[in-house]
Antibody
Framework: QVLLQESGPGLVKPSETLSLTCTVS????????WSWIRQPPGKGLEWIGY???????NYNPSLKSQVTISVDTSKNHFSLKLSSVTAADTAVYYC???????????????WGQGALVIVSS | DIQMTQSPSSLSASVGDRVTITCRAS??????LNWYQQKPGKAPKVLIY???SLQSGVPSRFSGSGSGTDFTLTISSLQPEDFATYYC??????????FGQGTRLEIK
């Protein structure tokens, strides 16, 4: 059973870089696609981007200038960096697996439990 | 971007009721439509993928249908544990992957 766990600082200052890591257990990261999704408090879900173990990435155009997703296959984890954050980036950040050979047509399962990141001075 | 619009945004129903939630895409997405359930403080959980396929372990009272631009999620007989927020999601046109705004299902 694949499990995902987010980790990283829960508080980030405005204009700084938010950094989170998602550790995959119970399976190898060298299969499937891996995504970051966020949810501002009381609001809906926003897809941030995905990565394949080869390093291929695809980002939400609305966040593309801020986002970097990377993978470390030796540690079986992938990471999110979001630069120049503002209060609008305050959200619960989820990592998730897309269990298909292609992202087209895929869904997310499982998800991590989520990590709340607050942007505040 | 493909916009996903759910209706209603909120819904009150009673245990045992049959409930239908609708999701409309701004352009055709074939059957590349997935449904999630989210309970407060928890991550979303996939219920239905590819418009009508029931995820393993999900009760059979959940069903999905539709293709093109119009999709429905039906709960045949509401149980107490079904009161939650439901989201649809498309992955036909990437980027971006987009979600509906959510439908909050509350106890009447």
């Amino acid at each position: 059973q694949v499990l995902l766990q987010e980790s990283g600082p829960g508080l980030v200052k405005p204009s700084e870089t938010l950094s989170l890591t998602c550790t995959v257990s119970g399976g190898s990261i060298t299969s499937d696609y891996w995504s970051w999704i966020r949810q501002p408090p009381g609001k809906g879900l926003e897809w941030i981007g995905y990565i394949y173990y080869t390093g291929t990435t695809n980002y939400n155009p609305s966040l593309k200038s801020q986002v970097t997703i990377s993978v470390d296959t030796s540690k079986n984890h992938f990471s999110l960096k979001l630069s120049s954050v503002t209060a609008a980036d305050t959200a619960v950040y989820y990592c998730a697996r897309a269990p298909r050979l292609t992202m087209i047509g895929s869904w997310f399962d499982p998800w991590g439990q989520g990590a709340l990141v607050i942007v505040s001075s | 971007d493909i916009q996903m619009t759910q209706s209603p945004s909120s819904l009150s129903a009673s245990v045992g009721d049959r409930v239908t939630i609708t999701c409309r895409a701004s352009q055709s997405i074939s059957t590349y439509l997935n449904w999630y359930q989210q309970k407060p403080g928890k991550a979303p959980k996939v219920l239905i993928y590819a418009a009508s396929s029931l995820q393993s372990g999900v009760p059979s009272r959940f069903s999905g249908s539709g293709s093109g631009t119009d999709f429905t999620l039906t709960i045949s007989s509401l149980q107490p544990e079904d009161f939650a927020t439901y989201y649809c999601q498309q992955s036909y046109s990437i980027p971006p992957i987009t979600f509906g705004q959510g439908t909050r299902l509350e106890i009447k």
